[in-house]
């Protein structure tokens, strides 16, 4: 019986966020196809699964077939899962669109040992992610955000008054999206503290989300009143 779960995030729209589950579909795909090809010695398997992450990756979720099967048959039997930020599944597909390529240029160049390692590691990695929901290229992600500078601590002061703080010895501002499962729920936590919270929707304010190295949403300062950022929360 088909589920009459009302999306809270158009998949073809609301691109900057993606049901937590579809990632883990589209992995799955890459993963059983992965095996197929090893195990049949159908290398252009790999060839074609990079395509398709390129044409997702370049043109939009509607050219990426697992996606739109996901969307379109699978969603609206079982369901919306966790809405989430896009970025580290999305920076996760390129780096599995750059592999499998390798790893299919390795077979036509007739690099067997090469090919048959990097087609295993992709395909483990893949149904890791899909079954167990640790994602080794989302957790890249956020540690290239690390390094680029988007640490605790970089971010030293925040402008309170063009935030629209209320005055006070110390408040908590909190960067959200939403369409963010995860947002809402630390902003409710958030608003029962005893510390005024100030949301900031990083949908229609980016460049605040640019300015304060804001990779991932949720995420959350403790600001003293003069601007001083104390603690990054979440």
């Known amino acids: 019986m088909a589920s ?14 993606i049901d937590s589950r579809a990632p883990r579909f589209n992995q799955a795909t890459v993963g059983v196809l992965g095996a197929v090809a090893l195990a049949t010695g159908w290398w252009g398997l790999f060839g074609l699964l990079a395509l398709q992450l390129a044409l997702g990756l370049t043109l939009g979720r509607r050219w990426c077939l697992p996606c739109v099967f996901y969307f379109r048959v699978v969603q609206p039997r079982f369901g919306e899962g966790e809405v989430e930020d896009s970025r580290p599944p999305r920076f996760a597909n390129v780096v599995g669109s750059v592999l499998l390529t390798v790893t299919f240029l390795a077979f036509m160049a007739g690099l067997r040992p090469l090919g048959l390692a990097l087609g295993g590691l992709v395909s483990a990695l893949a149904l890791l992610a899909a079954f167990t929901g640790l994602c080794v290229g989302c ?12 640490r605790p601590g970089t971010v030293g002061v925040v402008d309170l008054a063009g935030l629209g703080a209320p005055p006070a010895a110390e408040v908590v501002v909190e960067f959200t ?13 958030l608003a029962g503290g005893s510390r005024p919270l100030v949301v900031v929707d990083v949908s229609k304010q980016p460049e605040l989300a640019r300015r ?13 009143g003069d601007g001083t950022v104390l603690q990054r929360l979440a």
């Open 177 to 189: 999206h939403p369409l963010c499962a995860g947002c809402q729920e630390l902003e409710r936590r």
């Open 4 to 17: 009459t779960t009302i999306r809270t995030a158009d998949p073809f729209i609301d691109t900057d966020v």
């Open 212 to 224: 304060y190295h804001v990779a991932v949403v949720p995420t959350a300062f403790a600001v003293a």
């Open 139 to 150: 957790e890249l992600y956020r540690l290239v955000a690390r390094a680029r500078g988007v």
